[in-house]
């Protein structure tokens, strides 16, 4: 069985109020965003981590997709990725921004391909401008980095359900250990090397109340 895990539990600190919410193609975000996963056959499952508050009102929004589940999400994302591990029951675990509600169903599918293959995968993109690394607090410039190797990591990342479950619970009980995705999760915890599957520019995540804009200018029916 393939799982879809995704997380929306956060609590939208820098776009000023629940993002979920907001009408992208007419629709709120979160629907958006499970109907990417619903439309893939190959996802037989999708656990979607809500905070206590919204348990109620996203269980209803979501009532339509018989697959769905709704579970609480923990004070972290590394808590509410853990609590949807252990609430799910695939094999392997397809894991999402709630946030990112343009993500093509084609590149899931390329993505589910190639964990089938190798374990642990995740989407990324090519930066499109030229990036630079600097010293320390200094801004002073210490290297060009190459776009050819360099990418901005996107989700939808999967792992098989045994990498990413030890992986989460170490993560939970070492918490100094805060995390900026699933696949530094992974690597810092078991030391598993973790394989890019190249994304997709459309599949922004929606951060800022500008982006919700953008979102609507990019929004087309799932394919």
Same mark, same amino acid.
């Given at each position: 069985?393939? =799982? ?5 539990? %956060? =609590? $939208? ?67 509410? !990725? ?5 609430? $799910? =029951? ?7 921004? %709630? ?13 589910? &391909? ?6 642990? &995968? ?15 607090? $200094? ?18 990342? %999967? ?23 699933? $696949? ?33 200018? !990019? ?5």
């Amino acid at each position: 069985m393939i =799982s879809a895990l995704i997380t929306a539990a %956060g =609590s $939208s600190t820098r776009f000023g109020k629940n993002k979920m919410l907001v009408p992208i193609g007419g629709q709120p975000l979160l629907l958006r965003t499970v109907q990417r996963f619903a439309a893939c056959d190959e996802i037989e499952e999708i656990v979607v981590t809500a905070r206590a508050t919204d348990l109620a009102h996203y269980t209803s929004l979501l009532d339509d997709f018989p697959t769905v589940r709704v579970v609480e999400g923990g004070r972290e994302r590394v808590e509410s !990725l853990l609590n949807a591990i252990e609430a $799910s =029951s695939g094999d392997i675990l397809i894991t999402h921004d %709630g946030a990112r509600p343009l993500v093509p169903p084609a590149l899931i599918r390329e993505l589910i &391909a190639c964990v089938h293959r190798t374990g642990a &995968a995740m989407t990324a993109v090519n930066p499109t401008a030229t990036v630079k690394l600097t010293r320390g607090e $200094s801004m002073e410039i210490a290297d060009t980095l190459p776009r050819s190797n360099t990418w901005i990591a996107q989700t939808p990342q %999967g792992f098989r359900r045994d990498i990413l479950l030890e992986a989460a619970r170490r993560a939970v009980r070492q918490r100094y250990f805060v995390p900026t995705d699933d $696949s530094e999760i992974v690597a810092v915890m078991t030391g598993r090397t973790v394989t890019i599957v190249p994304g997709d520019h459309v599949n922004i995540k929606v951060t800022y109340p500008q982006d919700v804009a953008i979102a609507n200018q !990019l929004y087309q029916p799932c394919d």
